[in-house]
T-cell receptor, first 114, second 110 residues
Framework: DTAVSQTPKYLVTQMGNDKSIKCEQNLGHDTMYWYKQDSKKFLKIMFSYNNKELIINETVPNRFSPKSPDKAHLNLHINSLELGDSAVYFC?????????????FGPGTRLLVL | RKEVEQDPGPFNVPEGATVAFNCTYSNSASQSFFWYRQDCRKEPKLLMSVYSSGNEDGRFTAQLNRASQYISLLIRDSKLSDSATYLCVVNIAGYSTLTFGKGTMLLVSP
């Protein structure tokens, strides 16, 4: 019954590999997000989608490509992984993209690039 | 200047103590304000929204001072289970995303 779920929970991989993280929400929300939390615990927005449409694309290397097959799913594909990509990646969702909307976070995917 | 600034702590307090966290934000167009809580190795979760008039939820009281661009969170009668990182979060008018502070760590000891 998890509201926002992510897979995998842990991901250990070598530099240069390509990997994907999946996210699903069963809350019926229209807006989904990807955040990156680095080793200093700073949580930063990467992408925002509303009804499968890209709304926000912060300054993120184009090795990162989000895909939203439907409004309940927002996946993140990362090409040519680098050491600096090691972080915790959180998916989140909100009812809409309004300024007062509560965001619900998934449990996070801990990515370690060796 | 960072958009949302918080004292990282940690704040070490005994059970039963009252503790207050402060947060400043740089963008005067900020429209919505929140406190999120993040437990160790867990995801952030909404603790409470912050309203202009101030609001209270049990042992937690949040205040907003728009003139000084300042938000506070007061926790009374601290419990061991309050140990976590408290994230100050603002939403800037016209933007659909949240801007997070780096968080203030609270450690409540027996």
């Amino acid at each position: 019954d998890t509201a926002v779920s992510q897979t995998p929970k842990y991901l250990v991989t070598q530099m240069g590999n390509d990997k994907s993280i999946k996210c699903e929400q069963n809350l019926g929300h229209d807006t989904m997000y990807w955040y990156k939390q680095d080793s200093k615990k700073f949580l930063k927005i990467m992408f925002s989608y509303n009804n499968k449409e890209l709304i926000i694309n912060e300054t993120v290397p184009n090795r990162f490509s989000p895909k939203s097959p439907d409004k309940a799913h927002l996946n993140l594909h990362i090409n040519s992984l680098e050491l600096g990509d090691s972080a915790v990646y959180f998916c989140a969702s909100s009812q809409d993209q309004g300024t007062g909307e509560t965001q619900y976070f998934g449990p996070g995917t801990r990515l370690l690039v060796l | 200047r960072k958009e949302v600034e918080q004292d990282p702590g940690p704040f070490n307090v005994p059970e039963g103590a009252t503790v207050a966290f402060n947060c400043t934000y740089s963008n005067s167009a900020s429209q919505s304000f929140f406190w999120y809580r993040q437990d160790c190795r867990k995801e952030p979760k909404l603790l409470m929204s912050v309203y202009s008039s101030g609001n209270e939820d049990g042992r937690f009281t949040a205040q907003l001072n728009r003139a000084s661009q300042y938000i506070s969170l007061l926790i009374r009668d601290s419990k061991l289970s309050d140990s976590a990182t408290y994230l100050c979060v603002v939403n800037i008018a016209g933007y659909s995303t949240l801007t997070f502070g780096k968080g203030t760590m609270l450690l409540v000891s027996p």
